[in-house]
T-cell receptor
Framework: GAGVSQSPSNKVTEKGKDVELRCDPISGHTALYWYRQSLGQGLEFLIYFQGNSAPDKSGLPSDRFSAERTGGSVSTLTIQRTQQEDSAVYLCASSYWTGGREAFFGQGTRLTVV | GDSVTQMEGPVTLSEEAFLTINCTYT??????LFWYVQYPGEGLQLLLKATKADDKGSNKGFEATYRKETTSFHLEKGSVQVSDSAVYFCALSDSIGGKLIFGQGTELSVKP
């Protein structure tokens, strides 16, 4: 596709349920990032995939959060046993390696936990 | 670890005023530096970048110079417009892994 695609665009879920958020990066981009943006807050780094290297998971806030990237392309962010504090916009971005290359962002998934 | 610190917002200016948004960073090695912008209701997009010391990035009348001696990348514009109202994010990408780290963002509101 022409840009980074995220789905769903909106997700409302009940507390305690699991959710999966999907990201389709730009074709050929080897780097993929997930961030979280809470209302009125900045961008919180969650996880970073770079080629075949082990992902940098240092930003995942708890073991309820996990992410995978299949075949070096599509990525799924999974949140288990969702809590109200997980409500936020989850942003995905991709870029060519290396540092200095522009990262392109998707429109995000707005997650609301009720 | 690497980090980025921006001046706190919100910043409110009148149209045609001069804008400075301060950004400083901490990094090992030689990072690339970026300013991203998020207009109301839109996604993040790159505004400008600089990849080495003393480089100046510029776009849409905005400028920022990579200052290694002061570890800074301040964003400036000589005359802001109402359409510049947005949230501005400073970011760095380290030279080895490429991980992109953002500051907390600065909201700019320009009044006519």
């Amino acid at each position: 596709g022409a840009g980074v695609s995220q789905s769903p665009s909106n997700k409302v879920t009940e507390k305690g349920k699991d959710v999966e958020l999907r990201c389709d990066p730009i074709s050929g981009h080897t780097a993929l990032y997930w961030y979280r943006q809470s209302l009125g807050q900045g961008l919180e780094f969650l996880i970073y995939f770079q080629g075949n290297s082990a992902p940098d998971k240092s930003g995942l806030p708890s073991d309820r959060f996990s992410a995978e990237r299949t075949g070096g392309s599509v990525s799924t962010l999974t949140i288990q046993r969702t809590q109200q504090e997980d409500s936020a916009v989850y942003l995905c971005a991709s870029s060519y390696w290396t540092g200095g290359r522009e990262a392109f962002f998707g429109q995000g998934t707005r997650l609301t936990v009720v | 670890g690497d980090s980025v610190t921006q001046m706190e917002g919100p910043v409110t200016l009148s149209e045609e005023a001069f804008l400075t948004i301060n950004c400083t960073y901490t990094a090992t090695g030689y990072p690339s530096l970026f300013w991203y912008v998020q207009y109301p209701g839109e996604g993040l997009q790159l505004l400008l970048k600089a990849t080495k010391a003393d480089d100046k990035g510029s776009n849409k009348g905005f400028e920022a110079t990579y200052r290694k001696e002061t570890t800074s990348f301040h964003l400036e514009k000589g005359s802001v417009q109402v359409s510049d109202s947005a949230v501005y994010f400073c970011a760095l990408s380290d030279s080895i892994g490429g991980k992109l780290i953002f500051g907390q963002g600065t909201e700019l509101s320009v009044k006519p």
